[in-house]
């Protein structure tokens, strides 16, 4: 079955430090891959996608994310976290309608 | 360029009553998508509507529907409301049609309570 999986559910991170967060997948063929963010009570904000071509991708408020095809993976990155960057993030793939994963909590220390 | 825009922000119901929640796609964007966000059950796929018709479906009973209209705003129906029906709506918008996926942009979401 088509999936996407966010192993770590929680993750703290102090302000200023580099932050990863993992994303693997299961589809057939590699679909189109994005990561979204989302603030309490609030909709999704598309960070960036991946659609072909270079595996590093850059996207908004610093985030970059590579695509790994050989670990099916789709991992985000962002080299200094800010406190506002403490929110929800989701990874999801797309075939049509997007199937995302359980989503990642971050949580920034001063 | 407006985003996607949904209404009502929040919504208050009672079992067994029928609730809808209106989606307005980002101008140009045909295709409109609909999602629930519960807690503990994360973001699950409800339908998509594409220049008028519905596409597909989610695992979801029928007495959630919906449909687009010819300006390619959108409606959710959710008749006899249970208890597990509260959760925050999300619409999102693409150019996508039945040709190839793209990236869907996402509204703020209507919250459901029901009581």
């Known amino acids: 079955a088509q999936s996407v999986t966010q192993p770590d559910i929680h993750i703290t991170v102090s302000e200023g430090a580099s932050l990863e967060l993992r994303c693997n997948y299961s589809?057939?063929?590699?679909?189109?891959l994005f990561w979204y963010v989302q603030s309490p009570g609030q909709g999704l904000q598309l960070l960036l996608k991946?659609?072909?071509?270079?595996?590093l991708v850059q996207g908004i408020k610093g985030f970059e994310a590579e695509f790994k095809r050989s670990q099916s993976s789709f991992n985000l990155r962002k080299p200094s976290v800010h406190w506002s960057d403490a929110a929800e993030y989701f990874c999801?793939?797309?075939?049509?309608?997007?199937?995302f994963g359980a989503g990642t909590t971050v949580t920034v220390r001063a | 360029e407006a985003g996607v825009t949904q209404s009502p922000t929040h919504l208050i119901k009672t079992r067994g009553q029928q609730a809808t929640l209106r989606c307005s796609p980002i101008?140009?964007?045909?295709?409109v998508y609909w999602y629930q966000q519960a807690l503990g059950l994360g973001l699950q796929f409800l339908l998509w509507?594409?220049?008028?018709?519905?596409?597909n479906r989610g695992n979801f009973p029928p007495r959630f529907s919906g449909r687009q209209f010819p300006n390619y705003s959108s409606e959710l129906n959710v008749n006899a409301l249970e208890l597990e029906d509260s959760a925050l709506y999300l619409c999102?918008?693409?150019?996508?049609?039945?040709?190839?996926?793209?990236?869907?942009?996402f509204g703020p979401g209507t919250r459901l309570t029901v009581l």
């Open positions: 999102a918008s693409s150019l996508a049609t039945s040709g190839s996926p793209d990236t869907q942009y």
């Open positions: 589809y057939g063929a590699t679909p189109y």
């Open positions: 991946y659609f072909s071509g270079d595996t």
């Open positions: 999801a793939a797309n075939d049509y309608k997007l199937s």
């Open positions: 101008s140009g964007h045909t295709s």
């Open positions: 509507y594409d220049e008028g018709e519905e596409r």
